[in-house]
Nanobody
């Protein structure tokens, strides 16, 4: 059973930075499609970034492109989300998600972003609050 544990959330002022971590254990596949999603109160879960652990390319949601960076450390079995130039609109619960194998259109498209239903494995979330 794959387990995902997020950490690194907190409160920061607008313009600041945070780095979220997602520790992965219980691998059942050699590679995964992994993503960060976020959900603000009263809003739908939104795809933030996605990457395939067997490669290096990534895709980002339009609202975070150029400010956020998704990365991985295979030696530490950890996925990261570096968030710079944070804005109050970035305030949300942030979730790490995974699915075994390649990333497909059912996971993410350039037009629509991420699809939460395509990811069977989820962490418990970490809260990010950005004040103006």
């Amino acid at each position: 059973q794959v387990q995902l544990v997020e950490s690194g959330g907190g409160s920061v002022q607008a313009g600041g930075s945070l780095r979220l971590s997602c520790a992965v254990s219980g691998y059942t596949s050699s590679t995964y499609c992994m993503a960060w999603f976020r959900q603000a109160p009263g809003k739908e879960r939104e795809g933030v970034a996605v990457m395939y652990t067997g490669g290096s390319s990534a895709n980002y949601g339009a609202s975070v492109k150029g400010r956020f960076t998704i990365s991985q450390d295979n030696a530490k079995n950890t996925l990261y989300l570096q968030m710079n130039s944070l804005e109050p609109e970035d305030t949300a619960m942030y979730y790490c998600a995974a699915d075994a194998g390649l990333c497909y259109a059912r996971h993410w498209t350039l037009d629509s972003g991420g699809f939460p239903a395509a990811f069977p494995y989820w962490g418990q979330g970490t809260q990010v609050t950005v004040s103006s």
